[in-house]
């Protein structure tokens, strides 16, 4: 199985801080990475696909870019709204794999 | 519009099983694979499984292999995720999920358990 592993797993951040998150892959997954934002009580969301494809609706603040084996979630600004936590997604082969999540606090 | 909408919740004892449904709607049920995602409390998301509503074929996660079992009605657009010898770790909220082109989520079915 592909692991996933998700730096940090926790952060705190200001209003308007540039933060960057990190997924690697256990093997060289291409380009079949998806994030995801989830908030408190609600389903999942995802912002990302294809490694660095802005899901519809998804403001232009959040990027990512990598392929093989390293992913970075970047938000170039955070806002108020962007408090939660992050989660990336292999869909390269079966199984799918989850990184751990980074809970993102407002400092 | 995609909906999928779940069962609602439950609560089982230790060693007994749980069937989960997902009813599909505003598309064409066989064209998308569906995913079972789950998280327990506190955690982080677990993929389970998928299945391909077309052909019913399936993939599990070694963690759930020989306990987990997916399936599908076509007449009435629904999946269904079975767990069986359930122990209080399987306390979580189980979601169904289409991620393709698109993502469209269930709102999850809590799934306790509890002697």
């Known amino acids: 199985d592909i692991q996933m592993t998700q730096s940090p797993s926790a952060m705190s951040a200001s209003v308007g801080d540039r933060v960057t998150i990190t997924c690697r892959a256990s093997?060289?997954?291409?380009?079949?990475l998806a994030w995801f934002q989830q908030k408190p009580g609600k389903v999942p969301k995802r912002l990302i696909y294809?490694?660095?494809s802005l899901q519809s609706g998804v403001p232009s603040r959040f990027s990512g870019s990598g392929s093989g084996t390293e992913f970075t979630l970047t938000i170039s600004s955070l806002q108020p709204e962007d408090f939660a936590t992050y989660y990336c997604?292999?869909?390269?082969?079966?199984?799918?794999?989850f990184g751990q999540g980074t809970k993102l606090e407002i400092k | 519009q995609v909906q999928l909408v779940q069962s609602g919740a439950e609560v089982k004892k230790p060693g007994a099983s749980v069937k989960v449904s997902c009813k599909a709607s505003?598309?064409?049920?066989?064209?998308?694979?569906m995913h079972w995602v789950r998280q327990a409390p506190g955690q982080g998301l677990e993929w389970m499984g998928i299945?391909?509503?077309?052909?019913?074929?399936?993939s599990y996660a070694q963690k759930f292999q020989g306990r987990v079992t997916m399936t599908r009605d076509t007449s009435t657009s629904t999946v269904y995720m079975e767990l069986s010898s359930l122990r209080s770790e399987d306390t979580a909220v189980y979601y169904c999920?289409?991620?393709?082109?698109?993502?469209?989520w269930g709102q999850g079915t809590l799934v306790t358990v509890s002697s």
């Open positions: 999920a289409r991620i393709d082109s698109s993502s469209w």
């Open positions: 505003g598309y064409t049920f066989t064209s998308y694979y």
């Open positions: 299945i391909n509503p077309s052909g019913g074929s399936t």
């Open positions: 093997q060289g997954i291409s380009n079949y």
């Open positions: 294809a490694s660095s």
């Open positions: 997604l292999q869909h390269n082969s079966y199984p799918y794999t």
